[in-house]
């Protein structure tokens, strides 16, 4: 079993950062890859970015590629989401996933473990 918790969500204006961090607890997660989704209201979860558990590849989806850095430190069992140039359309809650599978994930089903989600506002 892998627990997730996320934190850093927060309220900031168009054209702030911040950053998101997701500690897991439990198994060894330096084997696990880990994904970051989004869920805004009425819409579906949508995948973000992920992180291989080796060699540290990643992947993002178009709509963040160039603002967004997912980076992960293994001692700490934590991955993060740094999120730069943020615009009202990243508003929702954002989750983090992890899972032994894939090397880079990118799909909600592909996932095993995930958080409880922090909240993200991006104001105009």
């Known amino acids: 079993q892998v627990q997730l918790v996320e934190s850093g969500g927060g309220l900031v204006q168009a054209g702030g950062s911040l950053r998101l961090s997701c500690v897991a607890s439990?198994?060894?997660?330096?084997?696990?890859?880990v994904g970051w989704f989004r869920q805004a209201p009425g819409k579906e979860r949508e995948f973000v970015a992920v992180?291989?558990?080796?060699?540290?590849?990643?992947y993002y989806a178009d709509a963040v590629k160039g603002r967004f850095t997912i980076s992960r430190d293994n001692a700490k069992n934590t991955v993060y989401l740094q999120m730069n140039s943020l615009k009202p359309e990243d508003t929702a809650v954002y989750y983090c996933?992890?899972?032994?599978?894939?090397?880079?994930?990118?799909?909600?089903?592909?996932?095993?473990?995930w958080g409880q989600g922090t909240q993200v506002t991006v104001s105009s």
């Open positions: 996933a992890a899972d032994a599978g894939a090397i880079l994930p990118k799909r909600v089903s592909e996932y095993t473990y």
């Open positions: 439990g198994r060894t997660f330096n084997s696990y890859a």
């Open positions: 992180i291989s558990w080796i060699a540290g590849r990643t």
